[in-house]
């Protein structure tokens, strides 16, 4: 498995995955968890979406395939859920 820096794994998770919003911008966190990486991706109104082609892209920068993914929301407005949050953690292991 190769250790990027945080900086570097945030910009290629930026660049991985903002091909799919035109301008909707969306939040990353990234951490070092033990021998591995914890990435989290919040967005207001919908998930970031993941594919294929973008989990392949993290599977060869990180040199594993052990890449897994969870999801939590929160709702916001009742009638226009402004100030939601949905959030997409991917967690990278060698």
Same mark, same amino acid.
């Not at 498995?1 to 660049?15: F, G, I, K, Q, W």
């Not at 591995?36 to 920068?61: H, P």
């Given at each position: 498995?190769?250790?990027?820096?945080? *900086?570097? #794994?945030?910009?290629? #998770?930026?660049?991985?995955f903002e091909g799919d919003y035109d301008g909707d911008d969306f939040d990353i966190e990234v951490r070092?968890?033990?021998?591995?990486? &914890?990435?989290?991706?919040?967005?207001?109104?919908?998930? #970031?979406?993941?594919?294929?082609?973008?989990?392949?892209?993290?599977?060869?920068?990180?040199?594993?395939? *052990? &890449? *897994?993914?969870?999801?939590?929301?929160? *709702?916001?407005?009742?009638?226009?859920?402004?100030?939601?949050?949905?959030? #997409?953690?991917?967690? &990278?292991?060698?």
């Open positions: 498995m190769n250790y990027p820096t945080l *900086n570097e #794994v945030e910009a290629l #998770v930026r660049s991985a070092r968890d033990g021998d591995g990486y &914890v990435i989290e991706m919040t967005k207001m109104y919908s998930y #970031v979406r993941l594919n294929l082609s973008s989990l392949l892209t993290l599977a060869n920068f990180f040199g594993t395939m *052990n &890449v *897994n993914d969870s999801r939590y929301h929160s *709702n916001g407005c009742e009638t226009c859920d402004y100030g939601s949050s949905y959030k #997409v953690t991917l967690t &990278v292991q060698p």
